[in-house]
């Protein structure tokens, strides 16, 4: 990578199965458990993350909830999965049941492309 690159950003879809523990808690509660133990620890322990939730459960059985995360590079994602795994989201409240990690148009850096996207108006 030469001096005037900077390392794409990283964008990992998490996907999550929410678990009876979770959907026991009133929605204040649901508030209550992510804003005072698990945002805390997010943002403590990492910066340049930035999140999105997308529910999935009216067509899912197997996936309720993604959790989209852009990291602004590898370091930053790896430090944000620790962050993660140390909180009661990973795997009480949640069951993670798969991460999907990559990087916006990667083919087009690899090979020196514009990349390519659709556009609707």
Known sequence: ??????????????L??????????TVQERVHVFTT????VIEAKTTGVRSRFYDTEF???RVTDVWVWEADDHRAYQLLIDALRETPFWDRYF???????GTEN???????LAPVAT???
Do not use: C, H, N
């Open 106 to 112: 990667g083919y087009a850096r690899t090979y020196g």
């Open 16 to 25: 999550v199965k929410t678990t009876p523990e979770w959907l026991a808690l």
């Open 59 to 61: 067509y899912s059985a």
């Open 37 to 40: 133990q698990v945002l805390p």
């Open 95 to 101: 069951e993670v049941i798969d991460l999907l990690v």
């Open 1 to 14: 990578m030469s001096a005037d690159e900077t390392e794409p950003p990283v964008t990992a879809f998490i």
């Open 119 to 121: 556009i609707t108006t």
